[in-house]
């Protein structure tokens, strides 16, 4: 079984910090994908990262995928309280009894304070 | 339709009685997933459907769920015989698939069910 562990669970912030989520595993995934959750809503795809060693920027958040391909990482910049929210990484795998479904994290509880 | 629609929103049933959830894919996706998701936590993987392929339903927790896809569209999930531990919010997600799982879910606002 993958499992993936996300660390922190509960992150709470002043509007202006920097943070990491950190997203580990002992299995090596062909993708892995961070979502962002908001109350009432499901989960919202913030980006796919593919390739080892891959970094990805999307405005004040990047992404990093592991060279090993088994770990992630969201940084946040400037944090804002819009940013408030659940984020989720999950992984996929090409092949075994995972093929062509997710992995999810337990998620990391965003709260930023203004 | 633009997004994944999910119905009910909101479900409150007595324990004992038996509940289906509802869930209309993104056009044109032929994967299409349910999920649940207890307070606040992570998302726990309970059946997949692709394409014509026999589901894959080894995450459902008991054989009071199941789940059918009709023309390989619309997905209902039905949990017969509510138990309290059932309640917890039923995300259902679509999606193109490709060989390396690449491509990301649309997930719908999933239907909140409690059993009382």
């Known amino acids: 079984t993958q499992l993936l562990e996300q660390s922190p669970q509960f992150l709470s912030i002043q509007e202006g910090e920097n943070l990491t989520v950190y997203c580990n595993s002992s299995?090596?995934?062909?993708?892995l994908q961070w979502y962002r959750q908001e109350p009432g809503e499901g989960p919202v795809l913030l980006v796919t990262?593919?390739?080892?060693?891959e970094v990805k920027k999307l405005k004040r958040l990047t992404f990093q995928f592991g060279d090993a391909r088994k770990d992630s990482s969201l940084h946040i910049t400037a944090a804002q309280p819009g940013d408030t929210g659940l984020y989720l990484c999950?992984?996929?795998?090409?092949?075994?009894?995972?093929?062509?479904?997710?992995?999810f994290g337990q998620g990391t509880i965003l709260t930023v304070h203004p | 339709g633009a997004g994944v629609s999910q119905s009910p929103s909101n479900k409150v049933t007595e324990k004992g009685k038996d509940v289906e959830l509802r869930c209309d894919p993104i056009?044109?996706?032929?994967?299409l997933y349910w999920y649940r998701q207890s307070l606040g936590q992570g998302l726990e993987f309970l059946i997949y459907?692709?394409?014509?392929?026999?589901?894959?339903k080894s995450g459902l927790p008991s054989d009071r769920f199941s789940a059918e896809r009709t023309g390989g569209s619309v997905s209902t999930l039905t949990i017969q015989r509510t138990q309290q531990e059932d309640s917890a919010v039923y995300l259902c997600?679509?999606?193109?698939?490709?060989?390396?799982?690449?491509?990301?879910?649309?997930f719908g606002s999933g239907t909140r069910l409690t059993v009382v």
């Open positions: 997600a679509s999606s193109r698939w490709g060989l390396n799982g690449n491509y990301g879910y649309t």
């Open positions: 299995s090596v995934f062909s993708s």
């Open positions: 990262v593919v390739t080892g060693g």
């Open positions: 999950a992984g996929a795998n090409a092949g075994g009894t995972s093929y062509g479904k997710l992995t």
């Open positions: 056009s044109g996706h032929t994967a």
């Open positions: 459907f692709q394409g014509n392929s026999a589901p894959d």
